[in-house]
């Protein structure tokens, strides 16, 4: 894994029009992700991890409206929407939970390969655009005569293994996987993760791993970095932050899954939900629901910060940082 950043956001947010104002679903985002990694980025539902992933291609429903994404040189927040849809593919790839919402029901896969490759790459031919597809199709587990099939003649974790070969056939340096797993049952799901580990090793491929579930993350991610209420509160080495949690909200998604040495037994459920993104409590999000809130925590909004001596470990939490380290709540 490289020491600089591939991409690096800074004090990112991004809000939803609505009608009588704007949602503010990612607030002051700061995150780095490097060269050969797997981030996952977890959450609850509604903690804006696919707003974020989603803001880092421009894609809409979100406006961005404070902060910068240096990504190759430039600032994808400021670039013209004709230079973004030269970087959407090209450099960085997008797998959907359901990758039908992406792929043309009428187009069949060799059509979208070869189109996605010539579009991006206009001196190759036809046929050589055919044989760049048909290896890549069998190099991610599918018969090379199986690529003039249409989507709906492919199963699910299949469809999903065509939307990591339309990234790659361009040699995408970064792969943004929203949920990619989250459709798919376990054996199918497994499969899929061993194969993203293998390409990552292969093709040295960047991916940010969008996922509510931890245990997707701990099978794959080389680091983690967890969202609640729009904004980073966490972030370590995957090993790190199963071992040595820092954020009482990380606390609780970790206690909430369920553990073969607890037998199942003792399943901790978190009290309360995610706040309202237009009703947002003032100081810390998380205090209406932390069991370790204190008085500073409802009036002053702590920022994220490294934690003394563990390396790459970060939090947002006044058990770490002093109150004088916040931003006080408007
Ligand atoms: Fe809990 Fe306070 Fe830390 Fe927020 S800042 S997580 S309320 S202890």
């Given at each position: 894994m490289s020491t600089e950043p591939l991409l690096s956001i800074r004090d990112?947010?991004?809000?939803?029009?609505?009608r009588n104002g704007e949602v503010r679903a990612v607030r002051g985002v700061d995150l780095d992700i490097y060269k050969g990694e797997v981030l996952g980025l977890v959450g609850e539902s509604g903690?804006?991890?696919?707003?974020?992933?989603?803001?880092?291609?421009?894609?809409?429903?979100?406006?961005?409206?404070?902060?910068?994404?240096?990504?190759?040189?430039?600032?994808?927040?400021r670039l013209s929407e004709e230079e973004m849809r030269k970087i959407r593919g090209s450099r960085i790839g997008m797998v959907f939970q359901d990758p039908m919402t992406s792929l043309n029901p009428?187009?069949?896969?060799?059509?979208?390969?070869?189109?996605?490759?010539?579009t991006h790459q206009p001196d190759t031919s036809k046929s050589q655009a055919r044989e760049i597809a048909e290896t890549l199709v069998d190099r991610l587990g599918i018969r090379a005569s199986r690529i003039d099939d249409y989507p709906h003649q492919f199963s699910g974790g299949m469809r999903q293994r065509i939307m990591i070969a339309l990234a790659l056939a361009l040699n995408a340096d970064l792969v943004i996987a929203d949920e990619p797993t989250t459709a798919l049952d376990v054996i199918v799901e497994a499969q899929f993760l061993d194969l993203l580990r293998v390409l990552?090793?292969?093709?040295?491929?960047?991916i940010i791993l969008i996922t509510h579930n931890i245990g997707v993350v701990a099978e794959i991610a080389d680091r983690v970095a967890v969202m609640y209420g729009g904004t980073i509160v966490e972030v370590a080495p995957?090993?790190?932050?199963?071992?040595?949690?820092?954020?009482?909200?990380?606390r609780g998604l970790l206690q909430s899954v369920p553990s073969i040495e607890r037998g199942g037994r003792d399943l901790y459920r978190m009290e309360g939900s995610p706040p309202s993104l237009l009703d947002m409590p003032p100081g810390c999000s998380f205090n209406p629901r932390c069991p370790e809130a204190m008085p500073v925590c409802s009036e002053t909004e702590p920022r994220l910060l490294p934690i003394e001596g563990d390396a790459g470990h970060l939090a947002a939490c006044f058990l770490y940082h002093r109150a004088r380290e916040g931003r006080v709540s408007t």
């Open positions: 990112l947010s991004v809000q939803y029009p609505i903690c804006g991890k696919s707003t974020l992933g989603k803001a880092i291609l421009r894609m809409p429903p979100g406006v961005i409206t404070e902060g910068s994404i240096q990504f190759g040189g430039s600032d994808l927040a009428i187009q069949s896969i060799v059509d979208h390969l070869t189109e996605t490759i010539r990552k090793e292969e093709f040295n491929l960047t995957v090993l790190e932050l199963f071992g040595s949690t820092k954020h009482p909200y990380t």
